[in-house]
């Protein structure tokens, strides 16, 4: 039972690079999440899904992109790398509304330098 | 605006004390509180999840409570182990903001 699974692990991208970072869950969980944990500060919203096809903005989205077409997946895309975009990571998702039992990936650390 | 706060920032305890940590909210109108524990290099594991009509959640040693009235949660765990050793956090889901919202976490360390 993998649950939520994330690939890379561990990123080192260039000031202006672009890459995606990957989540699937095999759990057949409606919604899917994605946050980002800086050092000392609480988690923070990035965007979340809904369903396959059905995404919305969280409550720090600039400078990413996401996309939702099969239930399983939901794939992260930066855009020209900053370095304020150097965190960890994290997708999760939850059967259930928003407050529901959140199961979490192992989680990216990106550094953009 | 909803915020969550924890204290302390961190905590060092010897094995076998009981200890309480605590979770505050702003916005009493909170719909659940989940506790969450992290491992350093992993993800998030729930530990346990309070709906806003309950008082309390128990599982093994740890025991939850929510005082929604005052903006209060602590997680008490009892008889504490090396491998308790992690950080734990709190999360509030509101309605009205539709989504979890996260404290900065209690870094617990138990030594031997």
Redesign the interface.
Known sequence: NAG?T?TPKFRILKIGQSMTLQCAQDMNHNYMYWYRQDP??????IY?SVGAGITDK??VPNGYNVSRSTTEDFPLRLELAAPSQTSVY?C?SSQGA??????????TQLSVL | KQE?TQIP?ALSVPEGENLVLNCSFTDSAI??L?W?RQDP??????LL?IQSSQREQTSGRLNASLDKSSGRSTLYIAASQPGDSATY?C?V?SGGY????????TRLAVHP
Do not use: D, H, R
């Open positions: 939520v994330q000392g500060m609480g988690l923070k919203l979340y969280g409550e994290f999760a928003p407050g529901e039992k959140l199961f979490f990936g192992s989680g | 969550v920032a719909y659940n989940q969450f290099g992993k993800g998030l594991t729930s999840l956090l999360a889901f539709n989504k979890l919202i996260f404290g900065a976490g």
